[in-house]
């Protein structure tokens, strides 16, 4: 097995300042501006209902509200406006924009009714979202790389995403899958911000009144309650253990565990980054890596609450489990076929912290390399290669200001019997000479 990294990826798709406008605009009228509208005001209307899934919605469907933005610049101004055309914070937008409209481009009417069809699906899920854009960046890349690229219809040829097909005897096959920081986790972070919502209305008033740090510690036997009533049930015995101050099983086998803590750990690891930070809220509540909500008092107290369940998270036996389950179905097994995999839970800096570690002499191998070895040795012959990237750092160049901040990691077979020497070249680390 090969192992290399690339940071930046997806090289940046230039556009200029005074082609903004019009690539907004073209998007608009292939796409429908209702699309993102939409999907604004549904997730509005959810954070209205609490406000702590504010931060978590507005990032998951980041592409939506980038664009809701731009749509309401149009409305109020003709167009986009110059100063506005500049702000790095809808980049994102507009590679997603160019990138959807070179694809209408470059196909025929009935491919463009099928595509466009699918781009508006995307805007009803930011499962749906994540999967087309992780399609569209594993396109990008080779079609930067001089390949054609096709997208690969279901039909008797196996249901695999995307056809390289200059790329060896007869194509590279290459089947997407864009895993979903919830996969493996048994407490999913919508499911948690909801329970912490509704747990807030009853708590927040004794929270303000705390003097010193209390830690509570929520353990369900698998996973939060999916009926109202029965997380509503939960949520009043859990109020019922804080003002009683003391630990106790509550009914259907969850435990809360209650105990104090010095607020001086955490606030002291505030400034010092997100692993620091993380382990002060493990060490003050006797937890390792769970989902866990931190609240500051004005006067000096603090509520750190935590939510886990009694059944381990297995993350990447999940992941794998995944890529065997395609491997087996969703190709032709006559040509080389490559995973292009998308951790929404890492960014590029964490990706890039893993590879950093695998490459290291002499340091343990992290998990997920260990993982893609098993993985490769075991998987049928027609793999010859994963393709690891962090979350989209795809950006726009603007005026010729680069910024794509993405990682991706290429663990390559090329002993697998369907490898073929031409896979190599766009498969190789962005430090080897092109």
Not at 30 to 52: C, D, L, P, T
Not at 93 to 105: D, H, K, M, R
């Amino acid at each position: 097995m090969i192992e290399q990294q690339e940071r930046g990826d997806v090289p940046a798709i230039e556009m200029t300042t005074a082609e903004v406008p019009g690539v907004y605009r073209r998007l608009a009228s292939a796409i429908g501006a209702g699309h993102w509208q939409g999907a604004v005001a549904r997730q509005e209307e959810a954070i209205r209902s609490n406000h702590f899934l504010g931060d978590y919605l507005r990032s998951e469907y980041a592409i939506a509200y980038q664009l809701e933005g731009l749509r309401r610049l149009v409305a109020r101004f003709g167009t986009v406006p110059h100063e506005a055309c500049n702000d790095p914070s809808i980049f994102p937008s507009l590679a997603f924009a160019a990138q959807v409209l070179g694809v209408l481009e470059r196909s025929t009417v009935k491919q463009a009714r099928a595509f466009v069809k699918r781009v508006r699906t995307a805007f009803s899920s930011s499962e749906n979202m994540h999967g087309l854009s992780l399609e569209m960046q594993a396109a990008t890349h080779f079609v930067r790389r001089g390949q054609r690229v096709a997208w690969h219809r279901v039909n008797n040829g196996g249901s695999f995403d995307l056809l390289v097909e200059d790329l060896g005897p007869s194509g590279l096959e290459v089947e997407c899958k864009s895993i979903s920081e919830n996969k493996g986790r048994r407490i999913h972070r919508r499911a948690a911000l909801e329970f912490w919502g509704e747990l807030w209305r009853d708590v927040g008033g004794i929270a303000q009144s705390l003097r010193s740090g209390l830690a509570v510690v929520l353990t369900v036997p698998y996973r939060l309650p999916a009926d109202t009533g029965e997380r509503s049930a939960l949520a009043r015995e859990v109020v019922a253990r804080i003002v009683a101050g003391s630990s106790a099983t509550l009914g259907g086998g969850a435990e809360v565990r209650i105990a104090l803590f010095d607020p001086a750990t955490i606030e002291a690891a505030k400034d010092k980054g997100h692993e620091e930070l993380r382990k002060a809220i493990d060490a003050a509540t006797g937890t390792r890596n769970r989902e866990a909500v931190v609240y500051g008092t004005s006067t000096g107290g603090m509520l750190a609450f935590v939510m886990q369940s009694a059944v381990e998270d297995d993350v990447l036996d999940q992941v794998f489990a995944t890529l065997d389950d395609s491997a087996a179905r969703q190709f032709t097994r006559k040509r080389g076929a490559l995973f292009w995999v998308a951790l929404q839970g890492l960014d590029a800096d964490q990706l890039l912290s893993l590879h950093e570690q695998d490459s290291a002499p002499g340091k343990q191998p992290t998990g997920l390399k260990l993982g893609v070895s098993n993985f490769l040795n075991r998987a049928p012959g027609h793999i010859v290669g994963v393709v690891f990237s962090s979350r989209s750092g795809l950006l726009p160049a603007i005026d010729g200001s680069t910024d794509s901040g993405g990682v991706t990691n290429f663990f390559l077979k090329e002993e697998s019997p369907l490898w073929h020497s031409s896979f190599r070249g766009p498969l190789r680390a962005a430090w080897m000479t092109e």
